[in-house]
């Protein structure tokens, strides 16, 4: 058992520190190494093969709504940069700049893009010339590289990998409807793939992405009561349109700007599941996006018959669909259990020369440690059961966590008390002024996260300032 | 007739000037676009749906061997590429450098990689400790940077897209092993998905990857008689492990160096597939790679029930498995043919009125032109019969160009007067001394492409100096 143990002990509780526990599990579960570049990381293949799943799902609810893919360089000219100044303002501190090319220094610098509004007009300006061109509903895979102080694996790194939709319309109606759509897309991916709550709705002007008419969010909660923000929609009218000279004829024959909207969703999300679903045994994986989602694990392996048994119930499983594994290395049972709940793979079957005389297996689920003895005659079946009820648990294990620590503040004093006090969201009324945001921010150290769609009527003025508030906002500390 | 003509008409003859058609192609046909960044291009979803299935399948066929994907930063600290001088010494002249993060000048620079042999032997350097660890079979999605002069679409850009596997191994022969397995990889798929037919060999020390102990090769024959490379692999025996400190402690718990390889295939094979099948109505796509394999073309399709047959069609050819659609705008028939062989769709299915009385359609294939009249009981089957042929037609067709376009000099003489007049390969013997292969560049304007595994004896001399020789070359004008 000490080894097993060891394992285990080597992770941080999260009760004690949440941060240094989220920095165990990242690397005792092998989702990526340090590198020598600072700020930036290795995604090592369990980490990647997650990503490799949301890519694979976000990729089919994407183009279900009529979105191809495309690529763009990863160079933007300074020039070009520079014609959205609000973007540039937004973006300026943070960029990466090329200054030499091969042997040369280059005439102009180029930055890595942070973003590609810019690429993506400049493209649009050629490609779209009637009614007839639009829509263009493109998105890109990529990495981008934004060059922060202080990062994080997968929450903030100077280069991440990414997603992101840029389309261009005909009327101002439609961009509004996809921004929506896509917005919705990314609340029901992390629903129903990753078991993860959002809260849906719009940005604060403060808070919304440079250069956009409105900026739509979608909110989750982690373990620890922070809030992450967890992909966005922006909404940009006509106001790239205008600074790019993206212009088409419409039906009435009539030249017109174009309206846009972009929307992105990034490997942080790796993160979110983690804090939201981990454990003190380390990371547990929703089956929806677990790369593994069966550990078969002989016991007394060395007994006859029991690894082919394991084969055999591995191969069942993988032909009813299931993604399964068999771990026939020379470790102890224990040590197996063990590294397979480090891994978050959802669910164990333990198969040992008493099982097989019963034929049966005992089927052990990653969240709640229950136990499950089930036939052998039906593993596959009861296999892809638990899975589900599993996936479903854990949703609604994340949305009690979640709804446990929102709380409702009428007054300033209650919202004193809980930002104080009470890790989680805290939903107020506001007036709408930036001033008493920006005051909130400073005396309480949270931001507002979004106004949600769901409006709640909680009092009849502004929880910092007193006047007269009809806006309902989720208020928290993020990451 | 007047604008199907047009259509057609925009595209040079490919025996006028090959590299006109070339670029007429790629641009009509909606594969690129071209940017404000000089020498990168936008990658438009005609020409990225056909880079995603060469993605789906050969990361398919990677998996099949035991590959995992990973992703490494896109950035390398100087002083990481410095250590393998020879691969600096390679890539020195055609490196972009970031020099400024953010508001403030770096330290040190970065360059942005133009391939991660160094950040992956600095990453296994930390992963590998034990025999245990080994082998790494990892791979990476990703894009590179070259900072070329010249630049055309696909075949040579400052960005492209490719995959990078690097590997690991506890020792040489497995390590070689690996080196020659993903050649075989490359070269099956390129033969059954691409139907283009490769010559597998190695390089010569010249042509060699800088930094490797041996690099191998698939080339392929372009229409006009030039070479591509296309996909190579590299074995690196220890020497990047002994630069950069890659040992593990072997089963005899003595300390060794690890060995390497590395293997890449990139975007330029879609360059390669529009100039291998293309013809004067546009590309010419293989069925196992189209993203859309079928276009159904209603004929006269205002006429009661037209397009409702014309959307039953594309159903069933859909549900069957086929990658279908439908034309339905409101251009004319004729126009909807040239659009769809100037797009290179393997067959189009025409279906008008007095089909249906007949219960009937017409397939027509793209590379042939032949018409098939189907039953429409039988559509889907038929379909799918015609596209297999049609994939195996085409490399036949590919094979027999090629093989055709390959010569045989045994004498200086002969060797002149091919490389002189008759594009193509060239096989000849050589002695093995790199003055002859400079000289022969010199003089021919050919370079060595491989030195194939299935050898010939053509003469017992070199072509060029006439010394002894017993190595057998392929030779040509390579893009």
Same mark, same amino acid.
């Given at each position: ?56 799902? @976000? ?74 061109? @639009? ?47 896509? @917005? ?202 638990? @899975? ?92």
């Amino acid at each position: 058992m000490a080894k097993e143990k060891k394992l285990v002990e080597q992770i941080t509780s999260m009760d004690v520190d949440f941060a240094q526990w989220y920095t165990d599990v990242v690397k005792k579960a092998e989702l990526i190494d340090y590198t020598s570049v600072k700020g930036c990381m290795v995604i090592k293949p369990a980490g990647y093969a997650i990503w490799e799943n949301i890519q694979k799902e @976000l990729d089919r609810r994407f183009k279900e709504t009529g979105v191809e893919n495309v690529y763009l360089p990863m160079f933007i000219p300074e020039s070009l940069l520079k014609k959205e100044s609000e973007l540039v303002e937004g973006f300026a501190p943070e960029v990466a700049w090329v200054t030499q090319g091969g042997l040369e220094p280059l005439q102009e610098r180029l930055c890595v893009r942070p973003t590609s509004e810019t690429l993506f007009s400049d493209f649009y300006k050629n490609d779209v010339h009637s009614y007839r061109d @639009l829509p263009k509903v493109y998105n890109q895979w990529c990495s981008v590289v934004r060059w922060e102080k202080t990062t994080r694996p997968f929450l903030r790194s100077r280069e991440f990998l990414w997603q992101e939709g840029h389309t261009v319309h005909a009327t101002a109606e439609e961009a509004q409807e996809r921004t929506e759509q896509m @917005l919705n897309v990314y609340a029901d991916f992390c629903e129903e793939t990753l078991a993860i709550p959002v809260v849906r709705g719009r940005k604060t002007d403060k808070e919304k992405f440079a250069g956009a008419v409105a900026t739509y969010t979608i909110e989750s909660l982690m373990h620890d009561g922070q809030a992450l923000q967890s992909g966005t929609s922006h909404n940009f009218g006509d106001k790239f349109a205008q600074a790019y000279d993206i212009q088409f004829t419409d039906k009435d024959n009539t030249l017109k700007y174009a309206y846009q909207t972009s929307w992105g969703m990034t490997t942080r999300m790796i993160g979110a599941i983690i804090m939201v679903h981990g454990d003190d045994s380390g990371l547990v994986l929703p089956p929806n996006i677990a790369p593994v989602q069966v550990m078969v694990i002989p016991i007394q392996q060395k007994k006859e018959g029991v690894l082919d048994k394991a084969a055999e119930i591995r191969n069942t499983l993988a032909a009813a669909g299931l993604r399964a594994r068999m771990d026939d290395s020379d470790k102890s049972p224990g040590w197996k259990f063990a590294d397979q709940e480090m891994r978050g793979i959802p669910i164990r079957v333990e198969i040992g020369p008493k099982d097989m005389e019963q034929n049966q297996a005992v089927i052990v689920r990653r969240d709640t440690r229950e136990k499950i003895t089930v036939s052998l005659d039906e593993i596959a079946q009861k296999a892809a059961e638990i @899975l589900q009820t599993e996936q479903k648990d854990m949703f609604e294990r994340a949305k009690a966590h979640r709804d446990s620590h929102t709380y409702t503040a009428a007054t300033k004093e209650e919202f004193a008390d809980i930002t104080a006090n009470k890790p989680g969201f805290v939903k107020a009324m506001w007036c709408g002024d930036r001033a008493c945001e920006d005051a909130i921010k400073e005396s309480y150290g949270v931001t507002s996260r979004c106004i949600p769609f769901a409006q709640e009527h909680i009092a009849d003025t502004c929880v910092f300032c007193g006047k007269k508030a009809d806006k309902m906002v989720y208020w928290g500390k993020a990451y």
